[in-house]
């Protein structure tokens, strides 16, 4: 009887081996800015309606309290810097219960009341007004409720969002920690700032155990910020003349916005950690929503890592996402440079004035 013997298949060579590697290789070359593409306009659409339902959670405050609320019960004088004689009360801790997040609210409101009167009351002028963050201090509630995350307020593309910032936990560490009062932001003749910004922040020290608070990427719009410079800049810009939405102890009806809803900003994305004074570090500060109010857009737009903590920044290439008054998203243009002789930077704080009366046209600011 005969038997067949079946012909053996030779292995791969080495050679062969190599070239299918390196075909695979190619192809994940291909498919991965692909996938880091489409998970990146994923991102982007959530940051997008992370805005949208800020700012309709604005609306929704302004529609039962008859205006919207001030972007944080600061100085009782709105030329003063940083300091005594408000609460520091921001706008997002504000709007909480039309975000459905209504029992984070409910933990913190109470810690409100104070025999000098309620600390989130714009129109309470009593000089001996605590800090939110001084009543006493630590204030173990707050920090506490504030220790929440909350999605609507955290942009997917940041990669910071669970990074706890610098600071001198234990008395070590180093200056930095989270916002807890401001941005302040003004506008100032006798010094010349078309716009400055102050703000109080925790640097974990004595309080470690109720560390670190939760971060937000979006906060209010102040325009210039409320002040006295009333001369015009090379570019047309008057600061004084274009205060934004939230500002220091100046709560708007929808109906003051007067240069239009579809063309003032509201809240704006900030995910810088830098500050001028601390050079080469980029994790000294960060936003919280239970102590931050606004920024201005004098400083300019950043994307990146290197993007002040009081710009207008995102970690979306490229663009800057912002929430307009009538609850619409559009994109702004990163790398608008802070220069008060710039057509491009005069556009942008007309679009971040509610009144400053300058026609705009969105498309010089956008990509």
Same mark, same amino acid.
């Given at each position: 009887?005969?038997?067949?013997?079946?012909?053996?298949?030779?292995?791969?060579?080495?050679?062969?081996?190599? $070239?299918?590697?390196?075909?695979?290789?190619?192809?994940? /070359?291909?498919?991965? !800015?692909?996938?880091?593409?489409?998970?990146?306009?994923?991102?982007?659409?959530?940051? %997008?309606?992370?805005?949208?339902?800020?700012?309709?959670?604005?609306?929704?405050?302004?529609?039962?309290?008859?205006?919207? !609320? !001030?972007?944080?019960?600061?100085?009782?004088?709105?030329?003063?810097?940083?300091? #005594?004689?408000?609460?520091?009360?921001?706008?997002?801790?504000?709007?909480?219960?039309?975000?459905?997040?209504?029992?984070?609210?409910?933990?913190?409101? +109470?810690? *409100?009341?104070?025999?000098? #009167?309620?600390?989130?009351?714009?129109?309470?002028?009593?000089?001996?007004?605590?800090?939110?963050?001084?009543?006493?201090?630590?204030?173990?509630?707050?920090?506490?409720?504030? &220790?929440?995350?909350?999605?609507?307020?955290?942009?997917?593309?940041? +990669?910071?969002?669970?990074?706890?910032?610098?600071?001198?936990?234990?008395?070590?560490?180093?200056?930095?920690?989270?916002?807890?009062?401001?941005?302040?932001?003004?506008?100032?003749?006798?010094? /010349?700032?078309?716009?400055?910004?102050?703000?109080?922040?925790?640097? *974990?020290?004595? =309080?470690?155990?109720?560390?670190?608070?939760?971060?937000?990427?979006?906060?209010?719009?102040? @325009?210039?910020? &409320?002040?006295?410079? %009333?001369?015009?800049?090379?570019?047309?810009?008057?600061?004084?003349?274009?205060?934004?939405?939230?500002?220091?102890?100046?709560?708007?009806?929808?109906?003051?916005?007067?240069?239009?809803? %579809?063309?003032?900003?509201?809240?704006?994305?900030?995910?810088?950690?830098?500050?001028?004074?601390?050079?080469?570090?980029?994790?000294?500060?960060?936003?919280? *929503?239970?102590?931050?109010?606004?920024?201005?857009? @004098?400083?300019?737009?950043?994307? /990146?890592?290197?993007?002040?903590?009081?710009?207008? %920044?995102?970690?979306?290439?490229?663009?800057?996402?912002?929430?307009?008054?009538? #609850?619409?998203?559009?994109?702004?243009?990163?790398?608008?440079? &802070?220069? $008060?002789?710039?057509?491009?930077?005069? =556009?942008?704080?007309?679009?971040? /004035?509610?009144?400053?009366?300058?026609?705009?046209?969105?498309?010089? $600011?956008?990509?």
């Amino acid at each position: 009887m005969f038997r067949t013997r079946g012909r053996e298949r030779p292995a791969f060579t080495l050679i062969e081996l190599l $070239v299918v590697i390196a075909i695979i290789a190619i192809l994940i /070359g291909l498919l991965l !800015p692909a996938v880091q593409k489409i998970r990146e306009a994923a991102n982007r659409m959530k940051c %997008s309606n992370n805005l949208k339902q800020i700012a309709l959670g604005a609306h929704n405050y302004e529609s039962s309290n008859g205006k919207l !609320p !001030p972007g944080m019960i600061g100085p009782l004088d709105p030329a003063a810097t940083i300091g #005594g004689g408000g609460s520091d009360v921001g706008v997002l801790v504000q709007i909480l219960p039309y975000l459905e997040q209504d029992n984070i609210y409910k933990q913190i409101a +109470p810690n *409100w009341v104070t025999p000098y #009167g309620p600390m989130q009351d714009e129109d309470n002028r009593n000089p001996a007004l605590p800090f939110w963050f001084d009543n006493p201090y630590p204030p173990t509630a707050i920090y506490t409720a504030g &220790r929440n995350k909350i999605n609507t307020f955290l942009c997917p593309s940041d +990669p910071n969002v669970n990074k706890p910032t610098d600071n001198h936990a234990g008395g070590g560490g180093q200056d930095g920690g989270y916002i807890i009062g401001g941005m302040l932001v003004r506008n100032v003749a006798s010094t /010349g700032a078309v716009v400055t910004s102050g703000f109080w922040y925790e640097d *974990w020290n004595g =309080v470690e155990s109720l560390m670190p608070l939760a971060t937000s990427n979006y906060v209010g719009c102040a @325009g210039l910020g &409320r002040g006295d410079y %009333s001369t015009q800049l090379p570019s047309g810009i008057i600061p004084s003349q274009t205060e934004g939405i939230f500002v220091n102890r100046n709560g708007k009806a929808l109906g003051q916005i007067t240069d239009g809803t %579809s063309n003032t900003i509201m809240f704006t994305e900030v995910s810088g950690r830098c500050h001028a004074s601390y050079a080469g570090r980029n994790n000294v500060f960060a936003h919280t *929503w239970v102590g931050s109010a606004s920024i201005s857009p @004098g400083y300019g737009t950043v994307n /990146g890592k290197d993007a002040f903590v009081y710009q207008m %920044s995102s970690y979306h290439s490229g663009v800057v996402q912002v929430a307009l008054a009538d #609850g619409s998203v559009r994109s702004v243009k990163a790398g608008i440079a &802070r220069n $008060v002789s710039d057509a491009t930077w005069a =556009v942008l704080q007309a679009m971040g /004035g509610v009144g400053d009366g300058i026609p705009t046209s969105f498309q010089g $600011v956008s990509n």
